[in-house]
Each structure stands twice: as C-alpha cells, then as structure tokens.
C-alpha cells in the first residue's frame, strides 16, 4: 500500500486545532481543576522540557551529557535571585548578604526566565569546549562531574545562592499558560531544528562524527550549539520548576534530578522528540501514582503498610527493566506525525475492509 | 577539461606514530582530470597517506598543497569544504539516516554562517527553498548513481555492494574537485568489480573530478588508472602507468619477495 | 604549619588515599574488561559496610567474623550484579549498559533506605561493631596518629600485594588481563570469559567491601548514600591514573587523597569544596592527559 504524505496546509491547520484544543483544555482545567491536578499539568510541561532538552543533547546529536541537573539549577537560581522581592532576599540571607547588583534588583517574570536561559546557556557553552574533547564515557563523568560541581559550588557561595540554606518564598509565578507556552516554544524550536538539515548534521555527527567531518560538517561548533540551546531551555525550565515549588536549595540539584530526566526520555525514546515528551507525561503522572505505594493503602479488605522510597527503587527497577528488555523505549528514534497518524488509520481502514470482503 | 595544471601537491611528507613511520617522505603530485592510482603491500601507509591530506592526521613533515592553498594543518571540515572528498575502507555510512538523508547531509556545508541556523528554525521562505533544493539534488544524485529506489530506505538496509555505492554518492554530494577513494572495490566479485570501474570513470566525467584510488584488486587499478604510485613502508618504490608498474621489479618484490622470478 | 602537623594529616591523607585505592581498583579492572564504568559500583562499596554492620549487630558475630563475612557476602553481590543486569547488555551499545549502571546505583541507594532505613547508623566501638583498641591514638614524638590509621595503611598494603600478585602470577589474572585486551580472542583461547569476568567483579567488589569497613571505621556514620561520593572520587581516581590500569587506580587512589587532604590542610576556607577537588583534578587530567598518568593511547583507526 503506497504510503500518501499530507500537504503542509493540511498538517498547519492540524497542528492548529492540536495547539487550540489544547488551549481550551488547559482553560478548562484552570478554571475548574483542583489544585493537585493543576499541580501535576504544571509539572508535567516543566518535565516535557527537561526531557526534550536531554533527548535532544544526548539521543539526537549524540553527547552523553549527565550534568543537566546543572544546568537546571542554574535557571532556577538566577530567575529566583532576580525575582524575589527586596526585603525578602534581605531576611533570608543571614550568613552572608547578597552581592550587588542582585540585592537591589526585583524584576517580572518573564524577564527572569529569559536572563536565567541566556546564562544557562552561557555555562553551556563555557563547559561545552572542554567537555567535547572527551568521548563517550570520558563525557559522560565529565558532565555528572559538572552538574555536582555547580551544585557544590551553590552549597558554599552564600553571598550568591545562600549556600545550604537555599532560596525560599520565591513568588509562585509559574502557571499553567506560562509552564505550557514554554514547553511548545522549546518543543516547536527544537523539532524545527530537528527537521531541517542541522538536525541532520546532528544526527549524522551522533551515527559517526568522524565521516561527519570529512562531508564538511564542522563537529565541534554543532555540539557546542546543541549544547547550548539546551541548556538554554532547561535553565527555563528550571526557572519555571522554582516559581512553582517556591523553595530552592542545593539539595534539589543532585544527580537524581538527571537521573529522573534520563528515565523519562528513555522511557519515550532517546532521540525522539514525541516520545520525551511521551516519556515525561508517563513518567510525571506514573509517579503520582506511585506514590500510593509510600502511604498505607488497601485492597478490599488488605490493608498494605506505606513503605517509604518504594517509589525510587521501583523506578530505578523499571530503569534496569527498561535497558534490559526494551532499550528502544516507546518511539524509538522515530517522530509522531500525522504522516504517520494518517498512514496507520488507512491501514486500518483498509484491513477492516479486506476482512469483509 | 584540461588535464594539465597541478591540483594536489605533496611534499616531503613524512608521519610518525611512536616508533613507527607510516609515510616517509612522500613527495608526489596529482594533475587536474587525472585518474591517479595508489597501491601497496598492506600497511604501507595508503589510507595513513589519504587521512594526512584530509587533515585527520597532521603531517610531523611536509606540506599538503590543493589547488596552490596550504592545507596541511586545515581541520578535516574545511578541507572537504575546499573541494576534497574521500569514502572510507570500512563503510562508514550514516547506519540510522535514510539513503537520501545521507547524501543531503553532505551538503549541510553549504549553509556557510550561523544565520542559516536562525532561518532553518524560523522556516523562513529562504530556508524551506535551500531544503527543497537539497532534496532535488540529492535524488538528482541518487538516480545519478543508480541509488533512487532506496531514497527512502535506511543506509544500514542496503546490501553491501549498495552500501560502498552510497558511499560514493555521499562523498560526491559534497561537490568535490578531488575524490579520495579508499578501496572501493573491496569485498566486490568480479562483475561488481566491473561496474565500479565503469561508475567510477563515468563520475570522472559527469562530476568532472580528479579521483585518487587506492585498490588492491590489480585488475581495478590496471584498468582504470592512468598513473600508479607504489608505496612500501611508507616509501614510495616507483611511479608511472600501469605498463610501467607491472614491469617494475622493486614493485614485484614487494608485492611477492625476492625469489620470484619475473 | 610545621612539620609534626604536616606529617599528621599527610599520614592521614595517605590512609584515606588507600581508601580510594581499593576502591578505585574495582573501577578499574571492570573497565578494563568491560569497557562499562561500574556506577554501581560505590553502592556496593556501601553495602559492603552494612553487611558487616548487620553481621554484628543482628547476627552477633565477632568482629573479625563480620568483616570477613562481608567481604564475601558484597564479592557475591558484585558477581549477581554483573550477572543479572551487565551480562545481558554485553553486545548493546555502551550508552545503554551506562545508563543500566546508572539504574543499578539508584536501586541500591532506595533499596537500601527501604531496607535498612535512611537515618543514619554508627558504625563505631560504643555499637560493638570493633574492638576499641583500634581508636587508640599513638605518638611519636609530638605526633598523634589513632592506630587505626596505621592499620588501614597496612591492610590496604597488604591488599595490594595480594592483588598484585593474583593478577600477575596466576593464571586467572592472566586470563584476566588477556580479557581486558581481546575478549574474543581469549575466548578463543579457550577461556570461559564470563567465569573470568565474574571473578573480576568478586574481587572488586571485595576490595570495595575492605574498603568500605575502612572508611566505615574513619567515618563512622552510615546511611544509604554513604558510598556515593567516594565512590565517584575513586572512580576519577581511576581516570586520573589512567583507567584499566590496576597500579593506575593505586596511583590515582593516594593522589587524591593526598590532594583532598593537603589542600585542606593548607587552605582551610575551602574546606566546603573539598568534594571539587577531585572534579577539578579530573577536568584538568581530561584536557590534558585523558588517559592519564599510566594510561595507554589507543588511537582510532580511520
């Protein structure tokens, strides 16, 4: 059966009413969820941007990066440090005060995202030269190393981050527009890049840098882009994670963050795009559920103890699962489209029709 | 198309591992149109020879010299960008990307600043027009090459005769003046064999390129070569036409030790 | 500082040095093998020193008893380990028996929370764990050194030489380091790889379960994520005296616990970073010299 592509007009007006129903869901949720649900909404956009960004930098160019806990703190902290009012910086810094300029700055939301992006990015692509020298598993401890060494840096400038302590009573600007709008944006220009012939270079520098080279694609400067605006969008992230779980400290940052990102983009797929997000939506919501097994529960007439950290030790056994007996994950490296979408209904379609004939 | 001026010039170039010399003083010279032929026992340094000049080893003597430009310390990138191509002895194809993927890679180059990054994210009316002419000239490349009814296929799907043909294709879809071809014929029954020899001096002509072979099958660089160099532990032991190399006894030596007779 | 100070904590820097020795040993031979960095490695190292926790404490055995115990207990938990989630990945990519490393580590943390709780348990003469003699400090002079310093020096010496000599004068060890080159050659040599490659994770897994008591008796509050940092500071150790070599591991164990101790000693306000030093240590190595001081270049053939 000969496989029919969708012109473009048909798929933009898809993807509209995709992006308007969606709109109209998350008004009604706003105006009519609890505020567990909206909490879960929330967290699941943040987490479909952490993990578009991960599966972008390790699945599609290829850089096994574990240091994206890193770079997520650093969005969380800068936005934080921007934004929390005067008065506020001034009571929680009680061991050092905070460094000029940033005690005298108080500025809007949307501002703090960008600045908090922009010097994520800036540490993306400071790390980025000397980390790319290094292959595979060199890179690998090379960025966990990182991610660990911003965290232990935040422990212990307490003029800065206010070390231990951490930053609290940050302003809970984080809603659902703001969380979701992110997370198209990132998805929207990571996938644009992804189609066009960047992303193959990408693609083509993760199968085999070294032919990549010699067809004149230039290694270096694509890794460092890659991983650049990742960072970028996981310091946005991680200053919209801030504003929605208003406390912040060093603690939050360990490399479990990276872990928990890392099961869900292999969960979805590690190289695609839809299954990260697959991937953080199951993930996000499967934890929810989880944590059922940490408070006592019962079945009928069984009542089970709550156990607590059962949660972790599950996941990190579906981890193993996952790597041991279905390392594609959900999508593999393959996209949703509605190609695809389309395809698989004609096959149906036609299927059915064959049986009645 | 003038077979005259000289497009590639070696010189006294010599490189080291450790101990070892891999190429020792090679001092030789291509001219623009020429088929150039390169031959040796193995380990005489042949593919060593062919990552110097595409900047994946830096020579610890000597110089490399395309087209009159110095490009012995140019990365390996800028050097394809220059005009030189090369396919690899074992196939290193892009295994997950399709056929038609592979060769529109090859052309990502021409996206020369960091301003096409903006417009491939924007899909600006500029950007969705330099992709569709990638697309066409990649199938114009494959139909070329005899490779159009895989263009949706994965690389790692072709059989393997397909895989060196894509090879090839990809390496030409970087416009290159000078193609590198690492034993293209490897692995290759003799009717394969055949056609390679045909493809290869048809792309000589449709591309107009100056190709640099190195082949271990003697009926390939035989037939196709108009010039041969002979290399043996990285020296070189004659040069000339396939008549002249076939008579040379330091040739027959290397290849076959000193109690052959001739 | 003078010199009775300077030979206190270097003594001391040495000690926690063999620590990472041993440790970083078990990193090493499994990369030279398997070309997979073990991160599961540091939580056996954990482990390690709550089997012999538990030994004394639940199962009553004497000192002595209870860390032999251990030692063989976590060298059975390194071998299941590698049975049940490494063996099965040893044709799949590298990033994917990484990232199962990875999901080996989290469990053994979690699992060891739900297990054995995640409050803090002292493992220290007052619980009965070892005799207290062990704490007793001597002197030379105007130098105090607790005898178990001393003690610490000497098993991990011991260990070594043990070591040393299994790997370079038995057949098993030149199985071992016939792996660590060709691994299918080997096999077609006739050696059973997978014994081999179990053996190797028993005894890495053993010294890290020495280890562990060591560091248990330096440090004597455990809990579940007791083995993490050490664990990531061996493995640089490893890295830094270049990764599949046995007397690497050794060379880069003393530098940097000479390194954290020293610098502390003469910088005391950066004692809060002292966990950076090792990260520090390993991004200069990487630029400079990745694979490390013993290492052997192996360059990828085009």
């Known amino acids: ?112 995202c960008i600045i908090a992006g922009l010097v994520s990015a800036l540490f993306g692509y400071i790390v980025a030269a000397p980390s790319l020298r290094l292959i595979g598993d060199y890179l690998a401890i090379a960025t966990l190393g990182l991610g660990e060494t911003i965290r232990i840096i935040a422990n212990n400038t307490w003029s800065i981050t206010n070390g231990a302590l951490g930053l609290k009573a940050i302003p809970p600007y984080t809603n659902l527009w703001w969380t979701w709008g992110w997370a198209f944006v990132t998805v929207l220009v990571i996938a644009s890049l992804v189609k066009s012939s960047y992303g193959r270079a990408l693609k083509a ?153 | 198309m003038k077979i005259s001026e000289v497009l590639l010039r070696i010189e006294e170039v010599t490189k080291r591992f450790g101990g070892l010399v891999a190429v020792d003083k090679f001092d030789g010279y291509m001219r ?98 330099m992709e569709r002419q990638m ?73 107009e390129l100056s190709i640099l072979v190195i082949e271990h099958d003697m009926k390939v660089i035989m037939g196709i070569c108009e010039r041969i160099y002979v290399l043996d532990y990285g020296k070189i032991i004659a040069e000339g036409t396939p008549e002249q190399i076939q008579k040379d006894p330091a040739v027959i030596k290397a290849y076959l030790g000193e109690e052959v007779v001739l | 500082m003078n010199v009775q100070t300077f030979l206190q904590h270097f003594i001391n820097a040495l000690s926690l040095g063999g620590i990472y020795a041993l440790i970083a040993i078990g990193y090493t031979m499994v990369y030279g093998i398997l070309r997979l960095i073990n991160f599961a490695h540091g939580d056996v190292f954990t482990y390690g020193i709550y089997f012999a926790f538990y030994a004394v404490v639940a199962f009553f055995f004497p000192w002595w008893m209870a860390f032999i115990f251990s030692i063989f207990v976590t060298a059975l938990l390194g071998a299941a380990i590698e049975r049940v ?31 054995f709780g995640g409050r803090a348990k002292s493992f220290n003469p007052q619980t009965g764990i070892y005799p207290t003699t062990f704490l007793k400090m001597l002197r030379f002079g105007n130098i105090r050194v607790p005898l178990l310093t001393f003690l610490t020096l000497g098993v991990v010496a011991l260990v070594l030489i043990i070591l040393l000599w299994i790997v370079y004068h038995t057949k098993v060890g030149m199985a071992m380091r016939a ?39 330096k440090y004597p509050q455990i809990y579940p994520f007791t083995g993490m940092i050490p664990g990531l500071k061996a493995f640089i150790a490893a890295v830094v005296g270049g990764i599949g070599s046995i007397q690497g591991a050794m060379i880069g164990g003393f530098t940097l616990g000479v390194a954290e101790i020293m610098i502390v000693a003469f910088f005391p306000s950066w004692a809060g970073y002292k966990d950076a030093f090792a990260y520090a240590i390993l991004l200069v190595m990487l630029l400079f010299r990745p694979t490390g001081i013993l290492g052997v270049e192996v360059p990828e053939k085009v």
């Open chain 1, 1 to 112: 059966m000969q496989r029919k592509t969708l012109s473009t007009k048909t798929q933009f007006f898809l993807t509209l009413f995709l992006v308007l129903g969606i709109w109209f869901l998350l008004f009604l949720a706003k105006n009519n969820a609890s505020e567990y649900v909206i909490l879960i909404l929330n967290l699941i956009a943040i987490n479909v941007i952490f993990a578009t960004t991960l599966t972008f930098i390790n699945g599609i160019t290829g850089i096994f990066s574990l240091g994206h806990a890193g770079f997520i703190a650093i969005g969380a902290y800068v936005s934080s440090l921007l934004t929390l009012p005067i008065e506020q910086k001034e009571m929680s810094f009680l061991i050092k005060p905070l460094i000029y300029p940033l005690n005298k700055v108080e500025m809007s939301f949307f501002p703090a």
């Open chain 3, 85 to 115: 989630a490494y063996r099965p990945l040893r044709n799949a990519p590298r990033i994917s028996a990484l990232i199962t490393a990875i999901g080996v580590s989290f469990f053994l943390e979690n699992f060891a929370i739900v297990a």
């Open chain 1, 205 to 357: 520098i993760r199968e085999d840098s070294l032919a990549a080279k010699a067809m004149g694609i230039n290694v270096f400067s694509h890794q460092v882009m890659s991983f650049v605006l990742g960072s970028f969008f996981a310091g946005i992230g991680g200053a919209l994670w801030a504003h929605l779980i208003t406390t912040i400290d060093p603690k939050s940052f360990m490399f479990v963050k990276t872990f928990e990102i890392l099961i869900m983009t292999v969960l979805g797929g590690l190289g695609s795009i839809s299954g990260a997000i697959i991937g953080a939506a199951i993930y996000t919501v499967g934890l929810e559920f989880l944590r059922v097994l940490e408070a006592p529960f019962s079945i009928g007439s069984i009542t089970f103890p709550g156990i607590p950290g059962m949660r972790m030790v599950v996941l990190s056994l579906l981890l193993i699962l996952l790597m041991l007996f279905w390392r594609r994950g959900i999508m593999g490296r393959r996209e949703l489209s509605w190609d695809g979408l389309y395809n698989l209904l004609r096959r149906i379609r036609f299927s059915s029709r064959g049986d009645r004939a």
């Open chain 3, 179 to 217: 792996i660590s080159k060709d691994i299918t050659a080997t096999r077609l040599m006739g050696v059973n790889a997978d014994r081999i490659v179990s053996f190797t994770f028993m005894i890495g897994s053993g010294l890290a379960a020495v280890g562990g008591i060591l560091w248990a008796m």
């Open chain 2, 32 to 129: 623009t149109g020429e088929l150039l032929g390169l031959i040796g026992p193995n380990g005489a340094g042949k593919t060593t020879l062919f990552n110097v000049i595409t900047g994946m080893y830096i020579p610890d003597e000597g110089r490399i010299l395309f087209q009159n430009i110095d490009i012995t310390r140019k990365p390996p990138h800028e050097i394809t960008r220059y005009g030189i191509a090369r396919t690899f002895q074992n196939i290193r194809l892009f295994s997950d990307l399709t056929v038609l993927e592979n060769v529109m890679v090859s052309q990502h180059l021409r996206l020369r600043n960091w301003l096409w990054l903006f417009r491939s994210i924007l899909k600006t009316p500029g950007a969705l027009k």
């Open chain 2, 135 to 207: 697309k066409i000239k990649g199938l114009k490349l494959l139909e070329n090459v005899g490779l159009s009814d895989f263009a949706y296929e994965k690389a790692s799907s072709l059989p393997y005769g397909l895989q060196r043909r894509l090879e090839i294709a990809r390496a030409l879809a970087t416009r290159p003046k000078l193609l590198l071809l690492d034993e293209p014929a490897a692995g290759m029954n003799p009717q394969e064999t055949l056609e390679l020899m045909d493809f290869i001096r048809k792309i000589r002509d449709t591309f």
